[in-house]
Each structure stands twice: as C-alpha cells, then as structure tokens.
C-alpha cells in the first residue's frame, strides 16, 4: 500500500533504529537522560529559546503552551480551523477552562487585520483576551506557509496589547524548509513554540515545548500533571535527533512530491485544490458529488493501492512523507487520473 493519509505513519528507518538502539538513557523524570536534555538543549538553541520540555505528543505541547499562558475565563485568539481548536479533543476548554474565540482566516492564515478590536474590554462580564495561537505551516488550511513578515507582524500587535503568543510548529520544519528562514527567526516572535519530530520528521514519536527557562520549569510540572513524563525516553529522543541530522533538509523532496499529487488532482474533472497552490506536503481536496463521495473516491483509490485520508463528507487530505518515494507518488498520481474514468 502507498499510504498518504497523513505524515504521521512513517516507521523508523534502519538509521533511526540503529540511533535509537545506541542511546545513552536515564531516568528523564530524575533530568538524568543525557540524550533528552541534549535534544532539548539543541533544539532550544535552534529557536533561539533558553529551554524545552520533551513531550509524547504535539497535543501535550499544545495543551501545556495554552495551561502556562492561560487561567480560566481567559480567551484565546486563533484561526477557526487550527488544530488546537478542532483536534485537541476540547482540551483548552477542559484542561484550561478557557474560551476560544476564532478568526476566519484564508487558508489557515490569519493578517494583523483580522485581530484589530478582537482584545475584549476590561470588564467583569467578559472573559480576559490572553492569548493568540498561529499554526505553521496549517494543516487544515492546506500545509500553507506564514511568511515571517506575516507573522512579526501579528505578534507585534498581540504585544501592544500584552498577549502572549504560541506557535502550533507541529509541522514548522516544513515552513523552514519552504521558506528558508531559520527556526531562531521564528522563535524570537513567540513566547513559546510547539514542535513534532513525528511529523515530517520521520521519528515515531516525540514532540517538544520550547520557551524561556522560567515556563519550561512550569511546563515541567505540568507534563507531570498530564502524566506525560517519561523514564529512559532517551530512546526516543535518539529517534529525534537522527530526525533533526538527517531528515529535515529532504522534506523538499516531499515538497515535490505533493506537486506530482496536486497536478494529478487538476487533471480531474470533480476534484479541486482546496489552495490556491500546494506549497508543502499537504494536499487537501475537494470531491465533487458528480464523482461520488470522499469516502467512495478513497475507497477506489484503495482498490489500486493507495491509501488517502476522506477527512470529510467531500474532502480528501493526502500527505507525502519519508516513506513514500517519487516513484511511488508517480504511481499514485496515475491512480487518480484514472479516477476521471466512469466506474
Ligand atoms: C498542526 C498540528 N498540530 C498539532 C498536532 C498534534 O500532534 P500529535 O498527533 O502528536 O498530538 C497535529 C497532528 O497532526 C497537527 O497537525
């Protein structure tokens, strides 16, 4: 099977395993996993941040950012389709007890326009606006890209108005990739930052909260709080840095691939780009009822061996990733030409 659901079934490579086999381990719980604290210490120092608190997922990472920053009966301000809003299962309303106030952006993206009169008034009737979360690249926006400018511009604004500022990063590899902007000229814009090295990465898994001293020894106690701290996890975090050596530089690759994907799509008479242009690894589509439903188009596709995401009654995402090769993605891009054909 050729499976491009999503970024996130990549297996270990025999590099990976053989890294991972190799690490030295502690008890990460005692700050005694010398493979953990370099991650964190080498990953910090790449977002120009003083530290970071390994995690198990980019949800915990999220869920902590939103924790530390927030208290209940503050608000969040973030794009309506973000991942922290949709698929985080209510956390920040059930671990934060705060209240999300959404933005409708374009393409996952929000302006600095889009937040002018959105700080709620000093007020006892209203909720304390706190926070504002970005998402890099947007996953449900269609892998789209913030450009820096963008967003300096957006945190500018959220400090004239002493709101913090979290970036989702899970998949902030790809934005560097794109972009060539280099993870401390993100970071220096947000007071904390989410990474995933089980996304693009390639690592199975392993995510990351980076920020200032001060909040990760908070996060640390927060993690605790969440059970999400782990003994000799160094096995993991040796998973992680062979991903930060070796699997950032050819997300281009995956890049490429998803154009050989995103042409295919055009070809199709009933299958739309939900973007404008594919601009990293995601491609979401449009199904049109004349060829039938999300799910039914998956299902043909699975027939010929390829594996889609029908996240939606008439939208499909694919993904490319580590596991999935160019010839692969050939291969794949004829199946769906050939959805253009009469069943
Ligand atoms: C943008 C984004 N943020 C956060 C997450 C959560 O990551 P995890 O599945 O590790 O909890 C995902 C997962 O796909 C994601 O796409």
Redesign the pocket.
């Known amino acids: 099977m050729i499976d491009l659901r ?1 970024d ?1 079934v990549t297996k270990p490579t025999a590099g990976m395993l053989h890294a991972m086999m190799a690490a030295d381990v502690g008890d990460d719980v005692y700050g005694e996993d010398p493979t953990v604290n370099e991650l964190e210490r080498r990953t910090a120092a790449w977002f120009g941040m003083e530290a970071g608190v390994f995690v ?7 869920q902590i950012a939103v924790r530390l920053h927030c208290q209940p009966q503050d608000e969040i301000l973030l794009e309506s389709t ?3 809003y949709l ?2 299962a209510g956390g920040v309303a059930a671990l934060s007890g705060v209240t999300c106030r959404t933005l409708d952006g374009r393409f996952g993206q929000l302006a600095e326009t889009d937040f002018i009169g959105k700080v709620r008034p000093d007020d006892m009737h209203s909720v304390r606006t706190r926070l504002v979360c970005l ?1 890099n ?3 449900r926006g269609g892998g789209t890209v913030y450009t820096l400018e963008m967003v300096q511009a957006i945190s500018r604004w959220a400090r004239r108005y002493g709101l913090q500022m979290h970036l ?1 990063g ?2 902030i590899w790809n934005a560097i990739v794109k972009t060539g902007v280099p993870p401390h000229r993100w970071g220096e814009w947000f007071d904390t930052v ?1 990474v ?1 090295f ?2 693009g990465l390639g690592a199975p898994v392993g ?1 990351m909260l980076l920020g200032s001293k001060a909040l990760m020894d908070r996060a640390r106690r927060l993690r605790k709080l969440l059970g999400g701290a782990m003994r000799q996890v160094g096995y993991l975090a040796a998973a992680c840095q062979y991903a930060l050596d070796h699997h950032v530089h050819r997300l281009a690759e995956d890049h490429a691939h998803a154009q050989l994907l995103a042409q295919a799509v055009l070809d199709v008479p009933g299958l739309s780009l939900m973007t404008p242009e594919v601009e990293t690894n995601l491609i979401w589509v449009e199904v049109s009822p004349t060829l039938g439903t999300a799910a039914e188009v998956a299902r043909r596709l699975q027939a010929e061996g390829i594996l889609v995401a029908p996240l939606e009654e008439q939208v499909i995402r694919m993904a490319t990733h580590l596991d999935v090769s160019r010839q692969q993605c050939e291969q794949a891009a004829a199946a769906i030409r050939r959805l253009a054909r009469p069943v």
Do not use: L, V, Y
């Open positions: 999503s996130t198990p997922s980019g949800t915990m990472a999220n973000s991942h922290i698929w985080e998402e690249t947007h996953n989702d899970a998949r989410a995933c089980s996304k995510s």
